[in-house]
């Protein structure tokens, strides 16, 4: 299985980003997906999941509102629109197949102005 985010960057606050996960080696439209971050100095924490066939999300209430999970099953990518950043938001973020040991090797978003 492999997983690779791209999309990150540095943003002002009140910025937009969207990152993306390219999924390959495993049948992606069967599984959970989720994103985690991780800010310096802390534990890595859940941003959201979306179920298999895309109809179902749910989020960190830290985002609730400002982020939003989507995916393509036909592409095996997961997505996450980011709106409204905050510093607080500034971490690598990963994407992972939920509740396994597979994960992406993270991409870094700062917002800073």
């Known amino acids: 299985v492999r997983l690779v985010e791209s999309g990150g960057g540095l943003v002002q606050p009140g910025g937009s980003l969207r990152l993306s996960c390219s999924a390959s080696?495993?049948?992606?439209?069967?599984?959970?997906m989720s994103w985690y971050r991780q800010a310096p100095g802390k534990e890595r924490e859940l941003v959201g999941n979306?179920?298999?066939?895309?109809?179902?999300?749910n989020y960190a209430d830290s985002v609730k509102g400002r982020f939003t999970i989507s995916r393509d099953n036909a592409k095996s990518t997961l997505y996450l629109q980011m709106n409204n950043l905050k510093p607080e938001d500034t971490a690598v973020y990963y994407c992972?197949?939920?509740?396994?040991?597979?994960w992406g090797q993270g991409t870094q978003v700062t917002v800073s102005s």
């Open positions: 992972r197949r939920a509740l396994s040991r597979d």
């Open positions: 080696g495993l049948t992606f439209k069967n599984y959970v």
């Open positions: 979306i179920n298999a066939p895309g109809t179902g999300t």
